[in-house]
């Protein structure tokens, strides 16, 4: 089932936790319900306003048929094409033939054999692109998981040399080799079970790379206008086939274009422009139905270059289009620049390393919850990239019986944060440093720490927050004069050091060190004149506040190392102090209401007129509640609707909603559906503050909303 659908159901609260679970074991997904008949769908969903909301959640939210988000710009170049162009399958085919898998259409995606992997082959010939028009393109290749590069480049040579001859010349006249998707040599000894592996890719894009001499094995003449490049030279024998080629190169340029995209990329955002993307593939496919041009299809040559050079380049790009790929091949997003990536890229790339195959339980006792959190993340099988589901139980121990879609795991983790920020293992006003706790070493309750805070940014949750600037450097970077300070040092020691700096008679001097056990601990049982004192200063800061507590930070630093966090923080460390060292951006009435959106009745409708009451007065609270005149905070009224008290670094998976209830005077929330319900039985502002600020001061925690 999509995460958007099983959100849907939740926020609408269509079916309950039983009925959905039973939906997702039956693999009933969007598809499914627009094929189930009304009294099948009521089997799962008995109310007749649930249904019609899902079936047209489903419409909305299927795929679309092709054309359809065309723009008009698009339908325009769509139409010249038809009236100036000749059927152009045959010629189309017959390029795709020396393709070992031609490509079919895929109505849904699926995954190949376990022991096969699909590939796809480019050529690049002294370091530039090869395009299909000149035997090069893209051509799909389906090879065993165990295939060495040997395996795969004598496939490649097959496929662009065929009988050992290409458009270039004979293959004696060239080195060759095989470079991966970056353009980097492939190590001999790696298969490509292992390459996909390490990259992670959904689909793997290798290039024969050749260097040579290129030679003709076309005896026409090539005739090329001065400053063209060779990939612009076309035969010139008869107009005819120059309207042919032209006509052929504006279908091979987009269908190299959507081979070579970024699509394929793992920088791409398939969020990003859908109707661009779609409006290029169903042009594409018009293209490869149009009858073959013949001589008699008599079409202006200049009317034809005119539609490929402004309104085609203008569609895909503002720029040659050659530039366009090579630039989206060898793009690369530095990961140590906040200005080119943000944070939340960063955890999103986290965040979707997460299985939903596997789901590790997290049963919670709100009065000991960091116990809790222990044990389930010590069980065997757990695994950091698990889903997380959160179960809570309250005094009597029975389950708040709530689905786990996301509230409970942010609830979880704020909680747990909380209590790790005020527990003996940290110490400071505000901005915390590690302390040396014996109990918690011996149980290995630091490294729990470091897992716990990496599971709380990978899974959506908030950040700690409370990190010192110097406990972060040490974190980091390991010991540097830098990060020792006074202040890295617990209150009683920290005064008997500063202590030290008073005296100016050294006998006076050396009967305090000799007095105090924390100097021989330190390694300084003795000082021998006064001059001393500011070496042995520095010795005790370091000893206090790094050797003393340097076990307790090893076992942290293995905690973030759970994830590989501690490697991506190494690498971004501004972006990082952010959610572990700043304090919460406090938020306002303004940010607040930029945040969610409104599910209003029908204008016209008499429930109308009363949500507009109530969100007059909804606004006019958020107004008090910023300028303290109210019991409650901006902060607690997020917690009751969310979970959290403000934005988490990953964000939210979906805007938060208000909608009204009736039958309530105080108000209520489903935090797994970000929807908070405003009561609209209230005619004045007295009672509507009063009865929401009581309803939220009481109900801070998930699921007694």
Known sequence: MESSLREFLLMREAVNSDTLQEMINEKIDMETILNLTNQQLEKYIPKTGDRIAVINFCRKHAPTTPLMNCSKKTLSLIEKLKR?????????????????????????????????????????????????LRGGGTRNLVVKKDSAKQEILMSALELFFPNGVSKFGKLENFTYDLLDFKEHLIDEKLTIGEIYKITKLSTLRLYLSTTGQETSTSGNKISCKEGSSDDDCTPVKKSAKRRKNCQTEVKNDLNEFL????????????????????????????????????????????????????????????????????????????????????????????????????????????????????????????????????????????????????????????????????????????????????????????????????????????????????LFGLLLWDFSEKNMTIENVEYEIREKLIKIHSFTDFETLRMYVEEEPIFAIAGWPIITKIKEKDAMFTDMVKF??????????????????????????????????????????????????????????????????????????????????????????????????TGVPCVPPLGFEFKPTICFQKDCIYPTANTCGLQLRLPLIHETYEKFKFYITFGIANCKDFAFA
Request: proline share 4%; glycine share 6%.
């Open 259 to 470: 081979n070579f995209s970024p699509n394929n990329s793992p920088q791409y955002d398939n969020n990003k422009n859908p109707d661009f993307q779609q409006s290029d593939c169903d042009l594409l496919k018009l293209l490869e139905s149009q009858p073959e041009m013949g001589p008699t299809n008599e079409i202006p040559v200049g009317e034809i270059q005119i539609t490929h050079n402004a309104e085609f380049d203008n569609l895909l790009f503002e720029q040659d289009l050659e530039t366009a790929i090579r630039d989206s091949l060898n793009t690369q997003i530095p990961i140590n620049s906040p200005e080119e990536v943000s944070l939340q890229c960063i955890l999103n790339d986290l965040h979707s390393k997460i299985t939903m195959e596997k789901v590790s339980q997290f049963n919670i006792y709100r009065e000991d919850i960091f116990q809790c959190c222990i044990r389930a993340v010590r069980r065997k099988k757990f695994s950091m990239f698990d889903k997380i589901s959160v179960k809570f139980s309250d005094l009597e121990g029975n389950s708040e019986g709530a689905v786990d879609s996301g509230g409970p795991t942010r609830e979880m983790f704020r909680l747990v944060l909380d209590h790790i920020k005020n527990s003996r293992m940290f110490f400071g006003d505000g901005k915390k440093y590690i302390t040396l706790d014996g109990d918690a070493l011996q149980s290995r309750e630091y490294y729990e720490v470091g897992r716990l805070i990496s599971l709380s940014l990978i899974h959506g949750g908030p950040g700690p927050h409370f990190f010192s600037q110097n």
């Open 84 to 132: 100036g162009s000749g059927n152009t399958s045959k010629e189309f085919e017959s390029d795709k033939a020396g393709d070992s898998c031609p490509a079919t259409k895929k109505t849904t995606a699926g995954r190949p054999p376990q022991d096969t992997r699909k590939i796809r082959l480019g050529w690049i010939m002294n370091g530039k692109h090869v395009r299909e």
């Open 544 to 641: 206090y506040g790094y050797d003393r507590v340097r076990p307790a930070l090893e076992q942290l630093r293995n905690g973030f190392e759970e994830g590989n966090l501690l490697n991506i923080m190494q690498k971004n460390s501004e972006l990082f102090a952010s959610v572990m060292c700043d304090d919460q951006i406090a938020i306002n009435a303004t940010a607040l209401e930029e945040l969610y959106t409104v599910s209003f009745s029908e204008t016209g409708c008499s429930d109308r007129r009363l949500e507009n009451r109530c969100i007059s007065f909804w606004r006019d609270l958020l107004l008090s509640c910023e300028e303290g005149e109210c019991d409650i905070t901006l902060e607690d009224i997020l917690i009751f609707w």
